[in-house]
């Protein structure tokens, strides 16, 4: 097991950490102790989720108004807010305009879905019948993208982030705020070694934690969200 350092900071991703990885992204609901988890530690810590979908869809996975209230992060470092679903701040919304122009030129493969995420929106290719077709479609509208947008993959899926934010610049920003704390990183994607790195680059000690197979930067690895859950209950 990772290590337990007795003033964490925790920086909780939520798809494939939190959630295990399903076919619908609509259905991704936490593993079931998650909720009541979440909220003891953060009467004991702080937290934050940390996510690439939009806060008012993870408030709708973690329960909304009745599910527990901890600090979010959501659209990759683009919303600032609570896992009920409250946005307190939006970093941009600035190109509205070349995110209509591309929505409307995502490839027409079958199975190919997009997730609308308010400011932003993923295509997910899981479900294509040809995955890998889907995928050499997607990368050739990616090539399309212009400055100030990047297109970034993750599991079967790839979405715009505006240039210059990532979850690395979030939870640098947030670790400023507990220089007395020990951040505590656990997630699965390739988004999350931006913060993996990040938190490594900062004067504080960091636990950085990958969950699942895959090449990382992080210093140790979970197996998948039961683990992780394990994990969790030994910061109580
Ligand atoms: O930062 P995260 O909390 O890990 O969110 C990353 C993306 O996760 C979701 O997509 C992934 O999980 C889905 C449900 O298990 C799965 O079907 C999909 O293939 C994965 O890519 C979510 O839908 C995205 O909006 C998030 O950005």
Redesign the pocket.
């Known amino acids: 097991m990772p290590p337990v350092p007795p003033r964490p900071l925790l920086f909780l ?5 939190l ?7 609509a ?2 609901v936490p593993h079931p102790d998650v909720p009541d988890l979440l909220a003891r530690l953060v009467d004991a810590h702080p937290v934050v989720v ?4 939009d806060l008012a ?1 993870l408030g709708r996975l973690l329960g909304g108004a009745g599910g527990p209230r901890v600090r979010a992060v959501g659209l ?1 470092g683009v919303e600032t807010g609570w896992s009920d679903g409250t946005v307190e701040e939006r970093a941009t919304e600035a190109h509205g305009e070349a995110l209509d122009r591309l929505r409307a030129a995502v490839p027409d493969a079958q199975g190919v879905v997009v ?1 609308d ?1 308010g400011a932003a929106f ?1 295509v ?1 290719y ?1 479900a294509a019948a040809d995955p890998d077709a889907a995928r050499a479609a997607l990368e050739a509208w990616a090539e399309t993208v212009p400055d100030g947008l990047t297109p970034i993959w ?4 790839v ?1 715009l982030r505006p240039a210059g934010v990532s ?1 690395g610049t979030a939870v640098a920003a947030l670790a400023a705020e507990h220089p007395d704390r020990t951040p505590v990183y656990l ?3 390739v ?2 070694e931006d913060a993996f790195r990040a938190l490594q680059a900062l004067r504080q000690p960091a636990v950085t934690v990958k969950v699942g197979e895959g090449e990382t930067v992080a210093g140790h690895r979970l197996p998948d969200v039961d683990a992780v859950v394990a994990y969790l209950r030994a910061f109580l």
Do not use: Q
């Open positions: 991703d939520y798809d494939g950490t959630a295990p990885i399903v076919d619908d992204p259905a991704a940390i996510t690439g979908r869809a990759h997730e995420k993923a997910h899981r993750g599991k079967r899926v979405e979850k997630g699965d994607d988004t999350d």
